[in-house]
């Protein structure tokens, strides 16, 4: 097993996840087999119970484990299904260690942080990086581990010592780190500037961790002079200091990557023996000075990253004639992208299958809520506007989301989507108050509301978990269910072409909540179809309304099993349903 480590220096958030997980996909690009573990140094368990505010997307993988939006990078980048152990937290790691002390395994001894914590998380990295993540059996061959945060934080600490042990656990040849750092560049004439570079390498290295690579992300290519004397400060080889600047899409960076040879690089420092051919790469030996940035570039792409350039290529060729879909997504933490980080590259996976650019119009749903007697926040001018942006938009979104703030306004959006036959996708929560809303003004149910907010007179929406009612913590429907179509004359059916009833579709889910058994048949009676379920029958899963071009609600959260080759089918009909209206509207002759 060979082990990559990415750290960060510098700042946080300046996309170390991003080369981590490209690291990993062109690993994967060459024939190996890849996994990846992210390690979060705070004390939450994970990250279910964490403000997707303060946090951005909580991730849901298969097996129910609630992860750090990472996690969703490498999925995407990766192709691959991880577990929740490929996550591990500060609070698991002591979790794990404080149940060992009390069942009496640390015979007498003092436990304490250097050896038993660094022992448990060396551990757990290596029983986890064995574990296939690709649906075949077998070993991995190389796992990437990204250690959150930035080197020097407190909490990072008892992780940089157990990677400093792990080095010589599993031995320098199969160990190999790279360190993300940041070049800011100032001044009118764009100086880039080392010394935060050479500041936390410094710190790293009196920690005990050399790096063999430093990746440096900067708004510009890095010039020689800078790699150089990154380099002469860092103890790095010249060619080892790999700039990482800004591109058009985040697509391009695993290419920027091998264009600094960076894989040659980590082929020899690890030893690897890679699947595909690199004799391309040897014989062509493109490496050549690029005019821009005057660093050593491959610019061949081999043919065994064909299929990646391809997607970059599209991602920046994507049609925009006749304007952009517009597509209002309604919810609560619109200010914060990072919140729906799967949602957007959901819409991002169909826009590129269907060529045609989208974009997002963010609306706060309670924006679009009327003044209320006793509402002192209440802005006439954000109203406004939250409604052209509603009317003006191709299609309607409506995401997943807790608690009662702006319910009313998703409510009205998924109203006004319904009977002007605009595009609507409604994403668990969204599901939920498309079904509240038909209830409301089509079946007649005024009073119609979830049990969550606990306003209503009549709950079309109730609390019905998997395990018992009573049963306090774990109540959440978390993970992979099979949904089976009942109903297959349907648009959603065909999207997801399953062609039998009966035939299954497994997605992720993460609620509480259901559309209450009771009420279904009389709201399907009107029209607002149940045409997918689970496998109990008694959970709905999919809505639909056939009297129109596009209204439909899944329970499940699609967004978390949407690849850049394999968009999930909800987001395509979504979008598809705007581009075929626009096309509608531009071959309707204008009346004089
Ligand atoms: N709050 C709702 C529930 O628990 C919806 C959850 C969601 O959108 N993820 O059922």
Redesign the pocket.
Known sequence: MKYILVTGGVLSGIGKGIIASSTAMIMKAMGLRVTSIKIDPYLNIDAGTMSPFEHGEVFVLNDGGEADLDLGNYERFLDASLNRDNNITTGKIYNLVIEKERKGLFLGRTVQVVPHITEEIQSWVERVAHVPVDGTEGTPDVCIIELGGTVGDIESMPFIEAMRQFQFRVGAENFCLMHVSLVPVIGVVGEQKTKPTQQTVRELRSLGLSPDLIMCRSSQPLTQDTQKKISLFCHVAPENVIGVHDVSNLYRVPLLLYQQNTTNIIINRLKLTPKVDLHQQETGSAMHKDQSAHLLVNQSIPYWLDSWKAIADTMDRINNEGGPVRIAMVGKYTGLTDSYLSVIKSLEHASMKLNRKTVIDWIEASDLEPAKSGLTDFSSEKHDRAWELIKNCNGVLV?????DRGIEGMILAANYARINNKPYLG????M?VAVIEFARNVVGWTGAN?E?FGKGTKNV?VFMPEVSKTHMGGT??LGSRDTIFNDVDCKIAKLYGVQKVGDAVEER??????VNPEVIDEIDKKGLHFVGKDTTNVRMEIVELKEHDYYVGV?F?PEFKSRPLRPSPPFVGLVQACIDQLAKKSSTPTKQ
């Open positions: 995401p997943g989301g807790f608690g994403i668990c929560l969204g939920q979830s969550e929406v959440m429907r889910h993460r609620h509480r909540y259901e329970q959260h």
